[in-house]
């Protein structure tokens, strides 16, 4: 994955890729390596993944109607 963006912008994207699963399994075992020989990335990986699970744990989603859903998916259909 190579390309002319800074490294600390290319780190921070593929970060957000690995934990949101969009890299693939190859991208994926890169990103993992070149994490693994750089105690700050890794840090940096880390702090994410817990405040992640911080959210996950502490953030209370409130349900949704059915009808609200439907209402959206209306109005998204409609404007294409």
Do not use: H, W
Not at 11 to 35: C, H, I, K, P, W
Not at 57 to 68: E, T
Request: proline residues 4%.
């Amino acid at each position: 994955m190579k390309n002319s963006s800074s490294p600390k912008t290319d780190f921070q994207r593929r970060l957000v890729m690995y934990l949101d699963g969009a890299l693939s399994n190859q991208e994926s075992r890169e990103f993992l390596t070149d994490v693994r020989n750089s105690p700050e990335q890794l840090a940096k990986l880390q702090k994410e993944k817990s405040f992640r699970e911080f959210l996950r744990q502490k953030v209370n989603r409130r349900p949704v109607s059915a009808a609200l859903i439907n209402s959206i998916k209306s109005k998204i259909n409609s404007s294409l």
